[in-house]
Every structure is written in structure tokens, then in C-alpha cells.
């Protein structure tokens, strides 16, 4: 009953967004059953915006038309099938392998927008635009306003009463992205650095960065992309505010099944650019380690898996602790790559064409074989799958691989690189 009420209340809100007293009647019913913070958030809406934001979370496709400047093109990908299909369970096959095969999947554009008076949050997680109205058009001190979200379907508040003053200036807003790990930042943030680099008509934009964590990998990028420091800035605060920025354009991540997610046509143009250049005589193997992962997605034999794989002339590596650089050119000369589903296998990226990347996985976490995968199919590589059994029911367990397939596929995979 109270689901079909509350239905009701919104339905007549959508159509008459700005009437007050609808919107105190609807507090007054989310209070009797209980929802007190979606009562007080009722409430808190501008009654007559000084310039309305008419779009929502939704509607990311009609938000990125606003796109000004021209970017990187789209293009499709075919999803390739594994390179040891043949070794694949018949059950992990039907569930996830078979479906995507030979479908064709777009990778989105990648272009720069302008606007003004945006608001940032401090994770880079969403931005608000037109975002400034006059105090008589608030219900309270304590208003709140609805934006636009980096993804559809997500949303935030926040206290009008307590924005910053605008900064002066024109910035590029290169955080979009609040999933902020190594995966992401390659693929989604790191990129946007290789954008504002090859778009020259916002060279005067300042590159604005948020002080976090990450700061050390973001300067790494910022040198190998030669982008001088006077070019950009790095920050710290909860909440900052610009009257005038240009960002990239957001990509609609799971939006759509015929989408590649998260990889974006500007992740093609930045991992082409910092690629190396090697020979054949230069090619290595190498097992990504995750020895010191602390039980996180790590293999209980690494031991023994490491033993196996010196003997058939691969390097063990361990990448905490190794800069980006060395990371991108040890990438671009490997001819196999092979490690547990992880942040390493990012890296492959980096991989020339035609390389062999062989994930070690389990019956669990065969639901996220596409992220690599992906990887490989945007780039060409061969990929495999190790599928062991899962020891325990969680993504995030460490797991024991399964001597016996990877010799198998091991000997496939030397046997296709002679």
C-alpha cells in the first residue's frame, strides 16, 4: 500500500515539480512511515531555479550531445573467443563465453565539453552544472539541489549554503570517477590526461586534480605524457566550485549490453601513445606474482605455479613498488603474460598485438572474465582462461590453480608463438 502511495506522490511531483505544498504532503507521509532523510530531502528542492536543470541521471546520452569540442571517434570491436576454448568447462563456456563470441560491441567516443558554474565533488565522483541560484529561491538554508551523476542512475545532494566560492579561471576537470583503483584509473582517468594533451583547443584549461592517494601515479602519467607543471594543479578540499571548466565526456558504462564497459575510445589513443617499441629479440614471459597480496584474489601454490613457470623460461614479477614506466615498457616486450585476476593485468593494455595473456581464474569469478577479456579484444591479443575450482565464495579469495589446465594451456599457447 505504502509503495503504490509513494508512487502516486512522485508521479504528481514529476508533473508539477516546483508546488510546495504537494512536496510538504509528501514529507508528511514519508515521516509516518518512517523515511525520515528521504522526508527531509522532499523538501529540500529549489521552489523556481534561477536556470533549471532539466536533465537527470538518465539522461547521460542526451547530456553528452552538449559535447563542444571533437575527440576520439567510436569504433567496433569483435568480441574474440579464447584462445584455449577448446579446455574451457562446458558450464563456464555456456554462462559466460559463448554469448559474447562474434558479437560485435561498440566502444564509445571520447570528445571535451564546456560549460560553466560547475560544482566537483571531492572524489571526482559526480558534477553539477548550473549550479548557482539566487538565496529567495530556496526553501531553506539548508536546500539541497539534484545533478547530474558521472553514470546514469546515481545521484547525490548537497547543502547549497555551504559552497565554496568559484574559482577564477578556466580548469579541465580530469577526475570523473569515484571507483578510483589502479583498473580505473588506467583505463578512465589516466586517459583524460592523454585527451586534454592531443585536443589543442583547451591548452588554456588548467588540468585541475584532487590531492588523494593517487597523486604519485598521476604525475608519473603527467611526465610520460610531457605535460608541463606549470599546466596543471593538484588540490585538496571536500567540495570545489568553477566558473568556467571543460571536462571529457562521460562515458554510459553498463548502460547498454552491446557496449564495451569502461573502455573508451581515448583508452585506445592513451595506451597506443606511452606503448614501447621493441623487437623480437627483446620479447619476455612473465608471471605477475601476487605473492604479496595479502590473500587478496592471491594463489595459494604461487609457489609451485612460479617453479613451473621458471623452468619454461618466464620472469616472475612482483609490480607494487614499480614505476608506471617500467611497467609500460616491460608490457610492451612480453609475448605472454600470465597472472591472477587482478590490477596487473591492466597492464596489458600495453601489450603489442598478437601477444598471449593468460588469465588464472576460478568457477567463482568466471562472472568477471570480461574485464580482461575486453581488454584483449579491444587490443588484439590472444586470451586465455585458467579456470580453477574456487575454494571459497567470494571475489575477492584467494584460490588454487590448477596445475594440470595450465600446462595445457601453456603448451597451446608456446605452440601458437613459435
Known sequence: MSSAVDRDFRNRISSDFYNRALREEYSEFLKSVGREEDARRALHFPVKPLRPVSLKTSDIGAYNKKQLLPGFDSLVVEISPLFNQAQIPEDIKTKYINPRIGKNYEIEASGVTISNDCLLSSNGGFVFENIHFAADNRLSREAYVKGIAYAPGMEWHYDLANLPAPTPGKFYIAQHHP????????????????????????????????????????????????????????????????????????????????????????????????????????????????????????????????????????????????????????????????????????NTMFCKPGTHVIELTNDFTCSRLEIFWDIASVFKLNFSAVVSESLHKDFSASFKVDIRRLEETLDLVEEGIK
Open 179 to 346: 571507483m578510483l583503483n589502479y583498473y580505473h584509473f588506467l583505463i578512465e582517468q589516466a586517459p583524460n590526461l592523454c585527451l586534454w594533451k592531443m585536443q589543442g583547443d583547451i591548452k588554456d584549461y588548467t588540468i585541475f586534480l584532487i590531492e588523494n592517494g593517487f597523486r604519485k601515479l598521476f604525475e608519473q602519467v603527467l611526465n610520460l605524457l610531457d605535460i608541463d607543471e606549470k599546466s596543471y594543479e593538484f588540490k585538496k578540499g571536500s567540495l570545489f566550485c568553477f566558473e568556467s571548466c571543460s571536462r571529457p565526456q562521460y562515458s554510459s558504462n553498463n548502460s547498454k549490453q552491446n557496449k564495451i564497459n569502461f573502455i573508451t575510445a581515448k583508452t585506445i589513443a592513451f595506451a597506443e601513445f606511452l606503448r614501447v617499441e621493441s623487437n623480437d629479440q627483446e620479447r619476455v614471459k612473465i608471471y605477475i606474482s601476487r605473492a604479496d597480496a595479502n590473500g587478496k584474489r592471491g594463489v595459494v601454490n604461487d609457489e609451485e605455479v612460479c617453479s613451473l613457470l621458471e623452468k619454461r623460461g618466464y620472469q616472475i614479477v612482483k609490480l607494487d613498488g614499480m614505476q608506471l614506466s617500467e611497467q609500460v615498457n616491460l608490457f610492451s616486450k612480453a609475448s605472454v603474460v600470465i597472472g591472477a585476476h587482478g590490477a596487473g593485468l591492466t
